[in-house]
């Protein structure tokens, strides 16, 4: 009977120690479902997640800062100088500053809409402005700073969604100017006094600054940079509107010196 007791006593014991490391090995391989997403995550830029511990719904995920470096350089372009001919209708005259910019057609049924800068008693055509007849664009004409100077900003559209701006700088012996085809406004975004251009175009936001570095414009493709399918920006709070992924809550982001910092809510 001592002999009996001895096994079953030995089996019993076998058993919970089996048992103990059932439960060890359950709990190392089954994961909190939300460290499973932080390591199967494709962006190496997430640093942490804060999660209420009674839920794992929408957690706001925080972001290492980002470098913002420049992915481009622009270098305006010399405005030709053009003789004009009867072909070329007037279609608008808008004096602004020392100039007077012209929009004008190629005839009657021409839909393609130009136009040209008179400065100085010299002819500097720019190019394409709008199309159709000229109530089918509001046009904008302003003197503005920005990168460090001033510009003559006339701006049209060669489309229902397809904004076209010129920057003019009529500061040099030969008028140049910086084209973009997207939205455009200017703004002081780091607060060194000095204003970028932000440029935004799509349905869902593509954003890109101009600023100046070592006397040169830059161009600096945000959405590229932080590997994100949308960005924003809020000129109201003065910070940029992120969404990495379809699926992901957005994130508020503002510019410090050449960094991206994210805003904790």
Known sequence: MFIIKRYSFSITLCLLIAGCNVEVNEEIT??????QIVEDTETPLVLEESVDQGSIVDPQVLYLDIPVTYTDYIIPIELPLIDIDEAMLTVSKQPI???VIVIYSMGEEDQQLYAYVEYNNKTYELGPIGYGTTNNVDYEYATVDALSQSWIKVSGALGANAPHIYYIDINKDTPTAIVISAHAREFDLDGDGIQEIVTSIGTIPYTT??????????????????NALVVSYDDVE?????QFQIAESTSRWILEKDFLKQIED
Do not use: C, R
Not at 30 to 35: F, G, S
Not at 238 to 242: A, D, T
């Open 209 to 226: 600054i101009y600023s100046i570095e070592d006397k040169q414009i830059v161009v600096k493709d945000l959405n590229k940079l932080m």
């Open 97 to 99: 500053g020392d100039a």
């Open 30 to 35: 089954n994961q909190h479902p939300t460290q």
């Open 238 to 242: 003065n910070n940029f509107v992120v």
